[in-house]
């Protein structure tokens, strides 16, 4: 981003998802060089109108006249210095921004009114498609776009929140299917859930991903209710059995008496 900065000379797009960590390289690309640039929120900007007297007011300048009076009077704020790579205007959340506010950086961008500002704009994707769109002319700046988060990412995350974390298997197959979402992927890790459609066999690395220890506990809970279950069947069983019955007794019948002759 740096190098887009120096070289470029006019317009940039810093884009990335949201929580992705765009605010967190402004943040450090400010605060480790003596330039001070003039930030804007983009969600409280209204207008070209409102845009233009918040850059006036924050140069110390007073606002008078149309808004190209004002316009040609923040030409004589002495530029910055290019070297460190710190823009001079950066507006955040600059997706919400209405198209002739984009218009208005980029007029300044390509020194509609004399010199050239640096202006960094940073926002999520959908940023681009609008500036490229733009009328009446489309807006071509230079794009720089954050990488989807890899497991170190997940883990430099999660280490501010809990001392447990997932096994790096687990963290692998997140990574892999929540990338690009880096709050959804937090709240995933965090509470060790693993997409249905992901393969439970191989990880990113190729290697078996081991189970996580919230079904680990689902499965040493089953095995012992299996256990106590066939233990208590088989105490049933033995208790109810019932002896064998004894062979049959042959019992001897008395011989019937012959009948005596008639006399």
Request: aromatic residues 4%.
């Amino acid at each position: 981003m740096r190098s887009a900065i120096r070289w470029t000379r006019g317009l940039v797009a810093l884009i990335g998802e949201p929580g992705q960590g765009k605010s967190q390289v402004i943040q450090k690309l400010t605060l480790e060089s003596a330039i001070l640039p003039l930030t804007l929120e983009g969600r409280i900007l209204t207008g070209r109108h409102d845009a233009i007297l918040r850059l006036i007011g924050m140069v110390g300048f007073h606002p008078e006249g149309s808004d190209t009076d004002m316009l040609i009077q923040l030409q004589h704020k002495h530029p910055a210095g290019l070297e460190a790579g710190v823009p001079e205007i950066i507006v955040e959340d600059a997706s919400h921004l209405p198209i002739e506010v984009l218009m208005l950086f980029y007029e300044l961008a390509s020194g509609t009114y004399g010199r050239t500002w640096t202006v960094l704009l940073v926002g999520e994707p959908d940023l681009v498609p609008r500036l490229l769109a733009a009328e009446p002319m489309p807006v071509m700046p230079s794009v720089v776009r954050l990488p989807h988060w890899d497991v170190y990412d997940l883990e430099d995350a999660l280490a501010t929140q809990t001392d447990d974390l997932p096994s790096p298997q687990v963290l692998a197959a997140l990574v892999s299917q929540s990338g690009d979402a880096p709050k959804q992927l937090v709240q995933q890790a965090l509470h060790g859930q693993v997409h249905q459609h992901s393969s439970p066999s191989v990880d990113a690395e190729g290697q078996p991903q081991a189970p996580s220890r919230q079904m680990l506990k689902w499965i040493v809970i089953g095995a012992t209710v299996t256990a106590i279950c066939l233990g208590a069947l088989l105490i049933w069983e033995l208790r109810s059995e019932v002896p064998p019955d004894e062979p049959p007794q042959t019992i001897p019948l008395p011989e019937a008496s012959s009948p005596k002759p008639a006399s």
